[in-house]
Structures are given as structure tokens and as C-alpha cells.
């Protein structure tokens, strides 16, 4: 909850997120648990600094084999970073032709997936489906 406050506090960062259909899918807990968290999605996607894209099923392959974060710094002396997560190890990654694959590999994914007003109604047909 603290991080997700993070986001409403002035001079917020920014966060652009890209999740796959799979996780709007996926029923964790409950109907209700799922209906819970997908609907904290949608609130956070109505931030001015949010947004959120759905890479659809229909996507086919795409750029990245697990979960990544690029975390961009606005100071010229703060380099970008990735953070890369495992099972068993987190990795930062900061070598700017590291950067450079996972910051294109991003971009990919952001043009695979459905704009971010399309996966706003994807959410929101699949909250419906749960009720």
C-alpha cells in the first residue's frame, strides 16, 4: 500500500506498465479477490501518471521472457537501471547496451499490446464476466 501511494503524492513518478491478458485472467483467490485487484488496476489507470496496457493472447511472440523494470532517473547523473527478478536472485542491470535491449524490448511489448484505452475495456469486460 505504501508503494501504490507512491503514485498519488505530488511529483509522483511516472509508471507504465504492461501485463499480459493471462494475469487479468488467472484467478487468484477468488472472484471476488480478482474483481478486488482488477479494479484497483482500473483506479490506478485513471491517474494522470498511469498507464496500463493488456498484451492480448493474440499477441504472438513477443520480446521478453519474464518480468523487467526500467527504472528511468530524470537527473543526467542517476543512469537508467532495469531490475530483472527471479525465483532465486534479483538482478540490477546497468550497462547502457543492457539498457538499450530491455528499453527496446519495452517498447516492443507497448506496441504488441492494446492501446491503453482498449485494455481499459478489456478489464472492464473481464470484471464483468467475474460478477
Given at each position: 500500500m505504501e508503494r501504490q501511494a507512491?503514485?498519488?503524492?505530488?511529483?509522483?513518478p511516472d509508471l507504465w506498465a504492461v501485463v499480459?491478458?493471462?494475469?487479468?485472467?488467472?484467478?487468484?483467490?477468488?472472484?471476488h479477490v480478482m474483481q478486488a485487484q482488477l479494479e484497483r488496476i482500473l483506479e490506478s489507470?485513471?491517474?494522470?501518471n498511469v498507464t496500463v496496457q493488456?498484451?492480448?493472447?493474440?499477441?504472438?511472440s513477443y520480446p521478453a521472457t519474464g518480468p523487467f523494470t526500467v527504472l528511468g532517473f530524470p537527473e543526467q547523473e542517476d543512469p537508467d537501471v532495469v531490475y530483472r527478478d527471479g525465483?532465486?536472485?534479483?538482478?540490477?542491470?546497468?550497462?547502457?547496451e543492457d539498457i538499450g535491449q530491455y528499453t527496446r524490448a519495452?517498447?516492443?511489448?507497448?506496441?504488441?499490446?492494446?492501446?491503453?484505452?482498449?485494455?481499459?475495456?478489456?478489464?472492464?469486460?473481464?470484471?464483468?464476466?467475474l460478477t
Open positions: 507512491l503514485l498519488t503524492r505530488p511529483q509522483s499480459h491478458e493471462s494475469v487479468l485472467r488467472h484467478t487468484v483467490g477468488n472472484s489507470s485513471a491517474l494522470a493488456v498484451l492480448p493472447f493474440d499477441a504472438g525465483v532465486t536472485d534479483a538482478v540490477y542491470l546497468e550497462r547502457p519495452f517498447d516492443n511489448l507497448r506496441a504488441l499490446s492494446l492501446s491503453p484505452q482498449r485494455s481499459i475495456d478489456l478489464i472492464e469486460a473481464t470484471i464483468r464476466g
